[in-house]
């Protein structure tokens, strides 16, 4: 096994063993020791946070159900996709939980081959959305470095401000307003006004 497969990471909530079983055994096809969970609960107390993951998730089981699940995993802004497997009677619920970000269902009976290519579809999209999430933690990291001061200019320049107008603005030299403006880029990492405005977008 590669190092690509080992790291993806499939999770499966379901109340029922049967289902657990043979989604385990559908999952392993494509190189994956799927976790299984027979209650949401003891899923979100050993759910961390891969660079390469999915759920697989009835819509309906006992105490926590799965559309309670998905709204407790965006509470932990958790991005990993959500695949409900849904019997006739709850497609309807199934839609509605795409409507609030669920990747995709599938409907109960299913092939192995329609799950495992919304598996892989899914798996392909966490690894997207780990990599926003890195870039975006990069950059929130990179605005705690600024200074009272420079975040005031950069609150002017978001607004379209000139450097002379922030100048008048905040009691300052044009002189020192465009030091700061150049020292907020570096601090940012980024090589124009354009798209310095764009992260604060």
């Not at 509470?75 to 497609?91: R, S």
């Amino acid at each position: 096994m590669n190092n690509k497969e080992s790291s993806r990471t499939v999770y499966v909530v379901d109340d029922d063993p049967t289902m657990r079983k043979l989604l385990k055994v559908m999952v392993a096809t494509i190189g994956i020791d799927a976790q299984t969970f027979g209650l949401a609960r003891e899923f979100l107390s050993a759910y961390r946070p891969m660079p390469c993951e999915c759920l697989l998730c009835d819509i309906r089981m006992p105490e926590i159900d799965g559309m309670e699940l998905q709204r407790l995993l965006a509470t932990m802004n958790a991005t990993l996709p959500i695949i409900f497997l849904t019997g006739f009677a709850e497609v309807q619920m199934a839609v509605e939980a795409m409507k609030l970000g669920a990747f995709d269902f599938i409907e109960k009976p299913f092939s192995a081959q329609a799950l495992l290519g919304k598996i892989q579809s899914a798996l392909e999209a966490s690894r997207v959305l780990h990599a926003e999430r890195l870039k975006n933690e990069a950059v929130n990291a990179r605005k705690e470095l600024l200074t009272p001061r420079e975040r005031s200019v950069v609150e002017q320049v978001v607004d379209g401000k000139s450097s002379r107008e922030i100048s008048e603005l905040l009691g300052l030299s044009v002189r020192t307003v465009e030091n700061h403006r150049t020292r907020i880029m570096e601090k940012l990492h980024v090589d124009s006004t354009v798209d310095l405005i764009k992260l604060f977008l």
